[in-house]
T-cell receptor, first 114, second 114 residues
């Protein structure tokens, strides 16, 4: 079964440093998303991406965040200057259609900011 | 924006018994309601979904019901097994600002006791 692949599985970074989280969505999917889950809390929407541009972003997705699809397979989330409160699991997801239909999530990247 | 409430936050059942998880949503425009299962250290996995033109859907031991008037929907798991133990998230999807956005509930930790 096709999978969404995320790397790394765990990243530890110092406060103020830049991090890039990487995702390889399912190859025929057109819609891409990043979600965040702080430990023990619900999954929160960060951003959606379609046709090489951001479709929608949440209040969490401020100027410190950016997304990019640098080539035909990767989809990245960059946090420019990490803060302690950015520590969370970050999930990438992709879907063939808009609207949340048939989301497939990756296994996540656990980001720890120290 | 959409608000999704989920209850209970934790649920323990004996193996073989049924488990019911309930969610309510606020946006009457929501028209797609997926349920996700999240096992420890993994991303959420879609297990069943229902659209607003359907009142009930069943897939083997799992069923979902939707009451559009009351704006609530439920997940029913029958004949529970230890491998059903996980965190379950409901979600609601509504069309907003040119994009259909998914909002997650707060999650239910289900423990099936052998």
């Amino acid at each position: 079964e096709p999978e969404v692949t995320q790397t790394p599985s765990h990243q530890v970074t110092q406060m103020g440093q830049e991090v890039i989280l990487r995702c390889v969505p399912i190859s025929n999917h057109l819609y891409f998303y990043w979600y965040r889950q702080i430990l023990g809390q619900k999954v929160e929407f960060l951003v959606s991406f379609y046709n090489n541009e951001i479709s929608e972003k949440s209040e969490i997705f401020d100027d410190q965040f950016s997304v990019e699809r640098p080539d035909g397979s990767n989809f990245t989330l960059k946090i420019r200057s990490t803060k302690l409160e950015d520590s969370a699991m970050y999930f990438c997801a992709s879907s063939e259609r808009a609207g949340g239909y048939g989301y497939t999530f990756g296994s996540g990247t656990r980001l720890t900011v120290v | 924006g959409e608000n999704v409430e989920q209850h209970p936050s934790t649920l323990s059942v004996q193996e073989g018994d049924s488990a019911v998880i309930k969610c309510t949503y606020s946006d009457s425009a929501s028209n797609y309601f997926p349920w996700y299962k999240q096992e420890l250290g993994k991303g959420p996995q879609l297990i069943i979904d229902i659209r607003s033109n359907v009142g009930e859907k069943k897939d083997q031991r799992i069923a979902v019901t939707l009451n559009k008037t009351a704006k609530h929907f439920s997940l029913h798991i029958t004949e529970t097994q230890p491998e059903d133990s996980a965190v379950y998230f409901c979600a609601a999807s509504a069309y907003s600002g040119g994009y259909q956005k998914v909002t997650f509930g707060t999650g239910t930790k289900l423990q099936v006791i052998p």
